[in-house]
């Protein structure tokens, strides 16, 4: 079974640019995330879609990071401008749709950004 | 508000020690708990999980139990391996539908 495929893997810009990170989830997962994780932390949640509407964006940093996820399956992760502090690896996850708390969430290897 | 919180690091050891490292979680209701492991350059990995009060997830000779008394999820291998040098995240999920909650992680490195 395929993973979470995310790209770039790398991506060196800097601050006020802008950059893109896309994220294919597990064939069939309804749920995707989006996850920041800053060097030496915790990785904590940007955005969590169901299909394609939005279940939960309260951390997003809306005025310069967005989301979308037009039809319920590949995903982007934009940020315009961008900040020193937003250099972290960008997770992307997906998980099945109801069931349990228990339901596993699959990540991918990540998206490491460092801005300049 | 849902938190885990996970000892702090880095965790030396000596190959073949034993290992703890210690997970507790403040939730309301009843979540699932997960240990997962993230290996240099790579992603997270499910390491195991539990989904009740009592039960014990195991995996790759590591073990926790999910302990509601002491709301507590501590990490255990009997014989740690230099391959086992990582970050462990602790964390939680209180619905089918809502996210993973992640404690800080505890960086683990074992000497040959």
């Known amino acids: 079974e395929a993973g979470v495929a995310q790209s770039p893997r790398y991506k060196i810009i800097e601050k006020r640019q802008s950059v893109a990170f896309w994220c294919n989830p597990i064939?069939?997962?309804?749920?995707l995330y989006w996850y920041q994780q800053i060097l030496g932390q915790g990785p904590k949640l940007l955005i969590q879609?169901?299909?394609?509407?939005?279940?939960?964006d309260s951390q997003l940093p809306k005025d310069r990071f967005s989301a979308e996820r037009l039809k319920g399956v590949d995903s982007t992760l934009k940020i315009q401008p961008a900040k020193l502090e937003d250099s972290a690896v960008y997770l992307c996850a997906s998980s099945l749709e109801g069931g349990s708390s228990g339901n596993t969430i699959y990540f991918g290897e990540g998206s490491w950004l460092t801005v300049v | 508000g849902n938190s885990v919180t996970q000892m702090e690091g880095p965790v030396t050891l000596s190959e073949e020690a034993f290992l703890t490292i210690n997970c507790t979680y403040t939730?309301?209701?009843?979540?699932?708990l997960f240990w997962y492991v993230q290996y240099p350059g790579e992603g997270l990995q499910l390491l195991l999980k539990?989904?009740?009060?009592?039960d014990k997830g195991s995996n790759k000779g590591f073990e926790a139990t999910y302990r509601k008394e002491t709301t507590s999820f501590h990490l255990e291998k009997g014989s740690v391996q230099v391959s086992d040098s990582a970050v462990y995240f602790c964390?939680?999920?209180?619905?089918?539908?809502?996210?993973?909650?992640f404690g800080s992680g505890t960086r683990l490195s074992i000497r040959p």
């Open positions: 964390a939680l999920k209180y619905s089918s539908a809502s996210k993973i909650i």
């Open positions: 539990a989904t009740k009060a009592d």
């Open positions: 064939s069939g997962h309804a749920t």
């Open positions: 939730a309301t209701g009843y979540p699932s």
């Open positions: 879609f169901q299909n394609n509407g939005v279940v939960d």
